[in-house]
Structures are given as structure tokens and as C-alpha cells.
């Protein structure tokens, strides 16, 4: 190939690339232009699009969702409200378990390191359920306000549909997020014992078992749905009341349950603090390694026996 054919070759190829960056950035401007004009169309008309954060981990999380794990994680990151997805959730997961892993074995021992992985994914579980049971408990005490709306609304002539969208805008999170999503529910065609059965099923109470049965009931049966939701009313402060009363005696138990696993893993820095390397001489032997996960598991006795006899149901 002589060099004027090189030439023309590779002004050809430029003046290509030049003709297909021109398209890439007409394409492109027509597309956001097209956006731009779908949300001023859907704002108009009263539907805001969701704009969120970029999710990472995307095909991580694709990945998770089609097994079964990945489902039920869903359902738990959905009760909790955490705005994370499961993809998020179980990569920060393994990077905190990898991180207690090298933590572990650097500043106690090898054999310490896969121990504090399983620490990790235990904390991490831990932390879920936290983040579901306080959104539990603050739902629990925005019930008592959920049904006098309800009642008021009712009394006025308002539908039960309608009164739970009124409610949906007038609470704050999670009760006005909980019912956003079943009046989205029953915009779409639900029927009312599905949607609240599903948010019973994401915030499971009995406070919330008895509103919804009386609801649904209602629904079907007609009958006197402002006295009984008055009625409800009543009986939810007072067991909102109890359940604080409770709370506040059982605090002092639930402290000491989270001391004692606490405890014993301290001693173990205290231990290897004396005497440097005492950790890992004592886990050089299968009988030390026996010993030591003997302990961790009679910790972990301790800590579900506390737990479960401090456990009062209200």
C-alpha cells in the first residue's frame, strides 16, 4: 500500500468518525430533550417521576434477585425502609466481613479471623432486624393517630379508600409511606384485603392485625366502622402506654444481654494486651481452638436466653 492510498484511507475513517460523533451527539440531545419534556408532561399532570440516587452494584443485585436469598432480602431492606438495595446491602456486607476478617487475625490471632467474618454477618443481620423493629415501633405509635384520621374521615362520608389516601398525605413516615403504597395498591386494581394484608405482612403487629381486621371487616360487612375505629382508638393509646412502661423496665435486661457477648470478647484483647501472643499459642492446639469456639458458642447461649426470657409480649 503506497502512501497516498494510507492518506486517503485514514481521512476517510477520520471524516467517519467525525459523521458518527455528530450522530452520537444529536441522538443524545434528542433523547434528553424527549426526557426533559416527559417529566415537564408527568409533572403537569401531577405524577412526579422518581428521581433517585445511581444505584451501584447493579449486576450484583439483578443477580441476587432471581434467588431466594436475594428475595428474602428484599422483603426485609422493604420493611425496614432503608433505601438500599439488595445488591448494596450484601456487597457491604462482604466488604465488612472481609474487614472484621483481617482485623481479627491481625490483632489476635489467624484462627480468630473467619470467627469474626461470621461476627460480621451476624452484626449485619442484627442490624436489619434493629431497623425493622424500630420501624415497627414508630408505626406502632403513629396507630392510635391512623385511626382517629380514619374515623374523622369515615364519619364525614369520605370512602375507605379515600380516607386512607387522606391519611397517606397527612402522616409522616412510615405510617404515610405504608399507606402511599396501598392506595397505589388499590389505584391499580387491588382489593383492599390484599394491599392491607401485604402491609401487615411488612409491619407485622398486633396493633396492626387488629386495625386491619376491623377494616376489612368494615369493608365487607358494613356496619358501624366510625365507632369501632373510635373504639380502636382508645384501646391503642392505652396499650401505646403499656408498651413504654414495659420498654422502660426491660431496658436495663436488654443492656445486660448485649454486655455480656461484649465481655468476652474484650477479655480476649485484655488477655492478648498481657501477654502478647498468648491467643495464638492458645489456638495453636485443637484443644484451644475447642475451647475457644466452646466459649463464643456458651456467649451466644447467654445472649438468646437473656433475650428470650426478657421478652414480655404486650
Given at each position: 500500500?503506497d502512501?497516498q492510498?494510507?492518506d486517503?484511507l485514514?481521512?476517510?475513517?477520520a471524516?467517519?468518525?467525525?459523521?458518527l460523533?455528530?450522530?452520537g451527539?444529536?441522538?443524545?440531545?434528542?433523547g434528553r430533550?424527549q426526557?426533559a419534556?416527559?417529566?415537564?408532561r408527568?409533572?403537569?399532570?401531577?405524577?412526579v417521576?422518581?428521581?433517585?440516587?445511581?444505584?451501584?452494584?447493579?449486576?450484583?443485585?439483578?443477580?441476587?434477585?432471581?434467588?431466594?436469598?436475594?428475595?428474602k432480602?428484599?422483603?426485609r431492606l422493604?420493611?425496614?425502609g432503608?433505601?438500599i438495595t439488595?445488591?448494596?446491602?450484601?456487597?457491604?456486607?462482604?466488604?465488612?466481613?472481609?474487614?472484621l476478617?483481617?482485623?481479627?487475625?491481625?490483632?489476635?490471632?489467624?484462627?480468630?479471623?473467619?470467627?469474626?467474618?461470621?461476627?460480621g454477618i451476624?452484626?449485619a443481620v442484627?442490624?436489619?432486624n434493629?431497623?425493622?423493629q424500630?420501624?415497627?415501633?414508630k408505626f406502632?405509635?403513629?396507630?392510635?393517630?391512623?385511626?382517629?384520621?380514619?374515623?374523622?374521615?369515615?364519619?364525614?362520608?369520605?370512602?375507605?379508600?379515600?380516607?386512607i389516601?387522606?391519611?397517606?398525605?397527612?402522616?409522616?413516615?412510615?405510617?404515610?409511606?405504608?399507606?402511599?403504597?396501598?392506595?397505589?395498591q388499590?389505584?391499580?386494581?387491588?382489593?383492599?384485603?390484599d394491599?392491607?394484608?401485604?402491609?401487615?405482612?411488612?409491619?407485622?403487629?398486633?396493633?396492626l392485625v387488629v386495625?386491619?381486621?376491623?377494616?376489612?371487616?368494615?369493608?365487607?360487612?358494613g356496619?358501624?366502622v366510625?365507632?369501632?375505629?373510635?373504639?380502636l382508638?382508645e384501646?391503642l393509646?392505652?396499650?401505646?402506654e403499656?408498651r413504654?412502661?414495659?420498654?422502660?423496665?426491660l431496658?436495663?435486661?436488654?443492656?445486660?444481654s448485649?454486655?455480656?457477648?461484649v465481655?468476652?470478647?474484650?477479655?480476649?484483647f485484655?488477655?492478648n494486651?498481657v501477654?502478647?501472643?498468648?491467643?495464638?499459642r492458645?489456638t495453636g492446639?485443637?484443644?484451644?481452638?475447642?475451647a475457644?469456639?466452646?466459649?463464643?458458642?456458651?456467649?451466644?447461649?447467654?445472649f438468646i436466653?437473656?433475650?428470650?426470657?426478657?421478652?414480655i409480649?404486650v
Open positions: 500500500m502512501l492510498t494510507l486517503t485514514t481521512t476517510g475513517i471524516l467517519l468518525a467525525c459523521v460523533a455528530v450522530i451527539v444529536h441522538v443524545y440531545a434528542k430533550a426526557r419534556a416527559l417529566v415537564d408527568l409533572t403537569s399532570a401531577g405524577q417521576p422518581y428521581v433517585g440516587r445511581r444505584r451501584r452494584f447493579r449486576n450484583l443485585d439483578r443477580r441476587l434477585r432471581r434467588t431466594q436469598l436475594g428475595r432480602l428484599e422483603l422493604a420493611a425496614t432503608l433505601d439488595p445488591g448494596e446491602f450484601f456487597a457491604a456486607m462482604l466488604a465488612a466481613v472481609a474487614g476478617w483481617l482485623v481479627g487475625q491481625a490483632t489476635l490471632a489467624p484462627f480468630f479471623g473467619p470467627i469474626a467474618g461470621l461476627l451476624w452484626a442484627q442490624f436489619l434493629w431497623q425493622r424500630k420501624r415497627i415501633e406502632i405509635n403513629q396507630l392510635p393517630e391512623l385511626a382517629r384520621i380514619l374515623a374523622n374521615a369515615t364519619h364525614a362520608g369520605l370512602a375507605l379508600r379515600t380516607a389516601g387522606m391519611a397517606a398525605e397527612e402522616l409522616e413516615a412510615p405510617a404515610g409511606e405504608e399507606l402511599a403504597k396501598v392506595a397505589d388499590l389505584a391499580v386494581g387491588m382489593t383492599m384485603d394491599a392491607l394484608g401485604e402491609m401487615a405482612e411488612r409491619l407485622p403487629s398486633r396493633e386495625l386491619v381486621t376491623t377494616l376489612v371487616l368494615s369493608n365487607k360487612a356496619g358501624q366510625v365507632s369501632a375505629l373510635r373504639n382508638t384501646t393509646e392505652e396499650r401505646k403499656t413504654r412502661e414495659v420498654r422502660t423496665q431496658s436495663q435486661v436488654s443492656m445486660t448485649y454486655a455480656v457477648p465481655l468476652g470478647v474484650g477479655s480476649l485484655l488477655m494486651g501477654k502478647d501472643g498468648a491467643l495464638e492458645m492446639s485443637p484443644f484451644g481452638q475447642g475457644v469456639i466452646i466459649a463464643f458458642a456458651l456467649y451466644a447461649v447467654g436466653l437473656i433475650r428470650r426470657m426478657s421478652r409480649d
